[in-house]
């Protein structure tokens, strides 16, 4: 009887020890997948903060235009420059990856992506066969964050350079002309809260992430694009 008690107490250790193998793999892996599903909310999420950069970017382009471009040998806007972009003659193909759009890195960049027409392809609601533009600009996150942190501890600068996989674009649409109020600001058409006819914009901006880090969007295949878009109507 002693013997069979002992035999069976070993099966059901041997048993025991396995389920609680199988439970410890399973912990493993949804633990892993948790891992990944944060991972891949926080890329998402910086994706995104990435395309608000690129949209306040594409107002501010705008706005410096209209308001003339700011010469810092007099600390004032040259307003003899200022004027209402209007969108090219030609129809725009919306390849960000030529060397006109990239604006502050190239081809010989360690972190180089060519970013081609994505952000064009995420906006599936454009016309594209007659699309003229007044602006495109791709430009790269962490290199912007650099060229404010040249003063910064190493630690920051490091992180920046993490941020180098994330890029920014946009480009501006003009629409045509669209009623305008304004008072009280430095667009203003005039003092008074009349209206006034206006020049509308639409701006297209994209936050895009190469999540595989490669050097062309061709070969990605778990690329992160984030969209938006707003309007703008400027004065007359």
Known sequence: ??????????????????????????????????????????????????????????????????????????????????????????????????????????????????????????????????????????NNYGELLLQSFSSAPQSEKDEAIKLQRYFYEFFVIRIGSAPFRGTGASIKKKASNTAATGMAYRIFACGIFNADNVTNSNNSKKRVVVGLESIVVLPK
Not at 46 to 73: I, M, N
Not at 111 to 129: A, E, G, Q, R, W
Request: aromatic content about 10%.
């Open 1 to 138: 009887m002693k013997k069979n008690e002992k035999g069976f107490a070993l099966i059901l250790a041997l048993v025991l020890l396995l389920v609680m193998s199988l439970m410890g793999g399973a912990l493993i892996v949804i633990s892993s997948g948790d891992h990944e599903n944060n991972n891949a909310s926080d890329e998402y999420q910086q994706t995104f903060y990435v395309a608000e950069t690129a949209l306040k970017e594409g107002e501010q382009w705008l706005l410096d235009k209209f308001l003339g471009p700011w010469d810092r040998s007099t600390n004032k806007r040259d307003a003899t420059k200022k004027s209402l972009p209007a969108n090219t003659a030609s129809v725009w193909d919306g390849d960000m990856g030529t060397a006109a759009a990239r604006n502050n890195y190239d081809v010989n960049s360690s972190f180089f992506y060519n970013t081609n027409k994505v952000c064009y392809n995420s906006f599936t609601d454009l016309t594209k066969s007659s699309l003229k533009i007044a602006h495109s600009e791709s």
